[in-house]
T-cell receptor, first 115, second 113 residues
Framework: EAGVTQSPTHLIKTRGQQATLRCSPI?????VYWYQQALGLGLQFLLW???????NRGNFPPRFSGRQFPNYSSELNVNALELEDSALYLC??????????????FGPGTRLTVL | AQSVTQLDSQVPVFEEAPVELRCNYS??????LFWYVQYPNQGLQLLLK??????LVESINGFEAEFNKSQTSFHLRKPSVHISDTAEYFC???????????FGKGTMLLVSP
């Protein structure tokens, strides 16, 4: 069974541009989570999508947004890129039993570099 | 809300020595607990988890962790480490009724010959 996949592996942008990152969950999983792993800041929760809806959001500005498609894949958009947005962006998926004994499985990540 | 503390940012050990990576958490509700491992330039892999039942949980590659409710800890142990265990290890907690994971800062396990 295929795991969580993310594309692209690496992305290089300049300040002010927009970045789009993509994630395909494990088959059967309906929830997708996005996390940012920036140097020195650890892993921070960004967004949670389930059944096509945004369910929860971390402490990030509105220029971080996304969506979930009918096939449960997801897209993370970062507008007006800033240097400090440089990080590894990790996507995770789960069955969607929020609050219950649900386990999140992670993809390999997209390394975003903002110059 | 939940929080996780991994006291050691780096743990150097020699091959075949035992190791313990410490994790303490804080939560106002009951929790689910996880250990993830991140090898260089890769994503996170689930190592083991405590959801309910037996407080001692094991992974397929020899790691184990014990949930201690009174001490709010979930320390990770391995009796004999290999060079290939060199990686960063993250402890994570999710409160029952909550959807998102809260991670510790990570512990870098450095195994040398």
């Amino acid at each position: 069974e295929a795991g969580v996949t993310q594309s692209p592996t690496h992305l290089i942008k300049t300040r002010g541009q927009q970045a789009t990152l993509r994630c395909s969950p494990i088959s059967g999983h309906t929830s997708v989570y996005w996390y940012q792993q920036a140097l020195g800041l650890g892993l921070q929760f960004l967004l949670w999508y389930d059944e096509g809806e945004e369910r929860n959001r971390g402490n990030f500005p509105p220029r971080f947004s996304g969506r979930q498609f009918p096939n449960y894949s997801s897209e993370l958009n970062v507008n007006a890129l800033e240097l400090e947005d440089s990080a590894l962006y990790l996507c995770a998926s789960s069955w969607g039993d929020a609050g219950g004994p649900d386990t999140q499985y992670f993809g390999p990540g997209t390394r975003l570099t903002v110059l | 809300a939940q929080s996780v503390t991994q006291l050691d940012s780096q743990v150097p050990v020699f091959e075949e020595a035992p190791v313990e990576l410490r994790c303490n958490y804080s939560s106002s509700v009951s929790v689910y607990l996880f250990w993830y491992v991140q090898y260089p330039n890769q994503g996170l892999q689930l190592l083991l988890k405590y959801l309910s039942g037996s407080t001692l949980v094991e992974s397929i590659n020899g790691f184990e962790a014990e949930f201690n409710k009174s001490q709010t800890s979930f320390h990770l142990r391995k009796p004999s480490v290999h060079i290939s265990d060199t990686a960063e290890y993250f402890c994570a907690v999710r409160g029952r009724g909550y959807s998102t994971l809260t991670f510790g800062k990570g512990t870098m396990l450095l195994v040398s010959p």
